[in-house]
Nanobody, 126 residues
Framework: QVQLAESGGGLVQAGGSLRLSCAASGRTFSSMGWFRQAPGKEREFVAAIRWSDNSKYYTDSVKGRFTISRDNAKNTVYLQLNSLKPDDAAVYYC?????????????????????WGQGTQVTVSS
């Protein structure tokens, strides 16, 4: 049974940092990523990483502030969130894809991912 277990969310002041973790079990994946969903908004892409060559993808609003990384041995992906802003507040979801994406634009669409975690809340106070 495939499971994605997120952890690391919480309450932080603007300008602060958090590290989210997503531990995968049940199989290995071609790519893993993070999406987020704020109240009243659609779930949006944040970052992704390709397991084979460590290629990384970010949405523009988090470039230079967030970093995605992986630990192969633990089958875990991390998202380091720095310089947090109130607009970053959301439920953050881990996602995983079974098959290699043929083009880079696939990483940005939630429909391309096969498995999802339950989400972890990130709250940023101003």
């Amino acid at each position: 049974q495939v499971q994605l277990a997120e952890s690391g969310g919480g309450l932080v002041q603007a300008g602060g940092s958090l590290r989210l973790s997503c531990a995968a079990s049940g199989r290995t994946f071609s790519s893993m990523g993070w999406f987020r969903q704020a109240p009243g908004k659609e779930r949006e892409f944040v970052a992704a990483i390709r397991w084979s060559d460590n290629s990384k993808y970010y949405t523009d609003s988090v470039k230079g502030r967030f970093t995605i990384s992986r630990d192969n041995a633990k089958n875990t992906v991390y998202l380091q969130l720095n310089s947090l802003k109130p607009d970053d507040a959301a439920v953050y979801y881990c996602a995983a894809a079974k098959n290699r994406f043929p083009i880079s634009t696939y990483y940005y669409f939630r429909s391309r991912y096969d498995y999802w975690g339950q989400g972890t809340q990130v709250t940023v106070s101003s």
